[in-house]
């Protein structure tokens, strides 16, 4: 494979916030087209990976790298990894009132594509989507994420996503909130994206989104680092031991002295 398709590879991945070590040695490689889940506790790094694979400039590597098709982008620009084919799909998507869902779809493929998207032609190119993710064309014509439900929120973040096309998808907790309707609605946007062309990493807290969604990796996250690696088994294993099972046989034998 060229350096063009190899991926997103990171390693030992240290990451500090708020001068606080947050990430602490991860290291993950996603080969193109893959599907990636990564499950964990609260608080224990999932977001600040995904903001720091994105470039969030309030995350600062400390040591490690992040390559992305070959290229070491450390120190590359958020709108310049987003033209490289990295997106995220937030965990909090945030309202910009006074900002239509149209017009941010096309200010942001206009950024990524570097050309003006005539509207007619957008229009097009979200006609298929939105029929799949049961979204009404008035949803166009609202303000961002604006009073929106927590379902509507996440179908924009998939519409946005499968109109961007990126070689990357990151998805953080996009399954949160969603009424079983949703998320099978929301899962099947993911593997259309999926089936066209962009990798996945899947940040869930729920095994029942990988009953939709097929990774061939699950990776269980514990205090800033990959503990466990494993198939979709990991994860119902997770589901009926818990997180604290797997922290001691990861980590923790040493505690084990009765
Ligand atoms: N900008 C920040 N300023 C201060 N602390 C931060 C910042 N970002 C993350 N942290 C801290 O880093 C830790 C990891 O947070 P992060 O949001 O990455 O966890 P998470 O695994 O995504 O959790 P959750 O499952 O609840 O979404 C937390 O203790 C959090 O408070
Ligand atoms: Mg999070």
Excluded: C, W
């Excluded at 990430?23 to 506790?41: D, F, Q, T, W, Y």
Aim: hydrophobic residues 40%; charged residues 25%.
């Amino acid at each position: 494979m060229n350096k063009q398709e190899s991926g997103l590879k990171i390693s030992n991945l240290k990451v500090k916030t708020a001068g606080k070590e947050i990430l602490k040695g991860v290291s993950l490689k996603i080969n193109p087209g893959e599907i990636h889940a990564l499950m964990g506790r609260n608080g224990s790094g999932k977001s600040t990976l995904s903001y720091t694979i994105m470039g969030h400039p309030k995350y600062e590597i400390s040591e490690g790298q992040i390559e992305f098709n070959g290229r070491n982008i450390n120190d590359v620009s958020p709108d310049e990894r987003a033209k490289m084919g990295l997106a995220l799909s937030f965990q909090y998507p945030v309202a910009i009132p006074g900002v239509t869902v149209l017009n941010f779809l096309k200010t942001t493929l206009k950024a990524v594509l570097d050309r003006e998207i005539p509207i007619k032609e957008l229009k097009a190119m979200l006609k298929e989507s939105m029929a799949k993710l049961e979204i009404k064309d008035e949803f166009l014509s609202r303000y961002v994420n604006d009073g929106f439900s927590g379902g509507e929120k996440k179908k924009l973040e998939i519409l946005h996503l499968t109109l961007l096309k990126p070689k990357l998808a990151i998805l953080d907790e996009t399954d949160s909130g969603l009424d079983i309707d949703a998320l099978k609605v929301v899962a099947s946007g993911i593997s259309a994206l999926n089936e066209a062309g962009s990798a996945v990493l899947l940040i869930t807290h729920y095994q029942r989104i990988l009953n939709y969604v097929s990774p061939q990796f699950v990776h269980i996250f514990e205090n800033g680092q990959i503990t466990q690696t494993g198939t979709k088994e990991l994860a119902l294993q997770l589901e009926e031991f818990g997180y604290e099972h797997f922290a001691h046989n990861a980590t923790k034998e040493v505690n084990y002295v009765s």
